[in-house]
């Protein structure tokens, strides 16, 4: 199998056709296909433990997006929820009286998959949902971050990343100029569980020419030009105005940092705050710390 070369493929975006990769160099392929697929799917997010008092913020737009993608998407998929270990036994509770399973993440777990020169709390943290990838019993995650606001349902993401082992929305670097970047955004993303490709990650980590710290810049630096560009509509990044809420999926923002009146994006963050109260009228429960 040593001669076996591996190709990625890759949208677009100025010619509109499918570029090809040799991509040997990223993952022995091969050993992953050797895999039976389980012919289930699932959404999926992470919830770190709160890394200080007061309201847990991410919690409370964890359950919103539970709270949403069942009632916009019914029960046809499951909803995971990777959860850190430090989140408390009361919230694991109330995430799943909302329907979601729980799958609980260890430090070790997360010691092992950061890189060692990392002593960045929230960055540490992140790395926690590389662990999707051990999640064998299901064929294909579309993982979503747990500040996302959902507006929309989310089952295309499935649907646009049919062929593929991992798929993303491409970054969006610049909100003013909605400049485009090469690199694609960590917090929209749909994957193939393998344990073989979490291994392979474990042991390109800490390689000497990786430097990043956080995992969006691991992913992007791990998988090169092997991903699926999704489409633009399922992700808005740092929506300004109103009406472009309405144009896509879900936005991707912390909303709750933006509810000063004299914030570039209050005007949309008191859209989505009206929403979480309609969605969930007890937004507080269990997040008060």
Same mark, same amino acid.
């Given at each position: ?177 909605? %400049?485009?970047?090469? #690199?694609? /955004?960590?917090?929209? $993303? @749909? ?6 490709? =979490? ?40 929506? %300004?105005?109103?009406? #472009?809420? /309405?144009?896509?999926? $879900? @936005? ?6 933006? =509810? ?30």
């Amino acid at each position: 199998m040593l001669g076996h070369k591996n190709v990625g493929r890759k949208y677009c975006v100025e010619t509109h056709k499918i570029v090809e990769q040799d991509t040997s160099r990223f993952l022995p392929v091969q050993q992953m296909h050797n895999i039976e697929p389980v012919a289930r799917e699932a959404f999926a997010t992470y919830l770190g433990a709160p890394l200080r008092n007061g309201t847990d913020w991410y919690f409370i737009s964890c359950r919103f997006m539970i709270r949403t993608l069942r009632r916009l998407e019914g029960h046809k998929r499951d909803i995971l929820v990777l959860t850190m270990e430090g989140v408390s036994g009361a919230k694991k509770m109330i995430l799943e009286e909302e329907g979601a399973k729980l799958h609980d993440i260890t430090v070790e777990q997360v010691r092992s998959m950061q890189p060692k020169h990392l002593n960045i709390a929230r960055y540490i943290n992140n790395f926690g949902k590389l662990q999707l990838w051990a999640l064998e019993q299901y064929h294909r995650i579309a993982y979503i971050d747990a500040d996302v606001w959902i507006t929309k349902p989310m089952g295309e993401m499935f649907t646009y990343a049919q062929g593929f082992d991992f798929a993303a929305v491409r970054e969006l670097t610049d909100p003013v100029s909605r %400049r485009l970047d090469s #690199t694609f /955004n960590s917090g929209l $993303m @749909v994957l193939t569980p393998s344990k073989v490709r =979490l291994q392979h990650m474990s042991q390109f980590i800490n390689k000497p020419s990786y430097h990043a710290r956080a995992d969006q810049a691991l992913l992007n630096a791990y998988f090169g030009w092997s991903w699926k560009e999704l489409p633009r509509f399922l992700s808005g990044n740092h929506v %300004r105005e109103v009406g #472009t809420v /309405n144009n896509t999926n $879900m @936005v991707h923002m912390k909303f709750w940092n933006k =509810l000063d009146p004299s914030n570039m994006f209050f005007h949309v963050a008191q859209v989505w705050f009206k929403a979480l109260q309609g969605e969930l009228p007890d937004y507080l429960k269990g997040a008060l710390s």
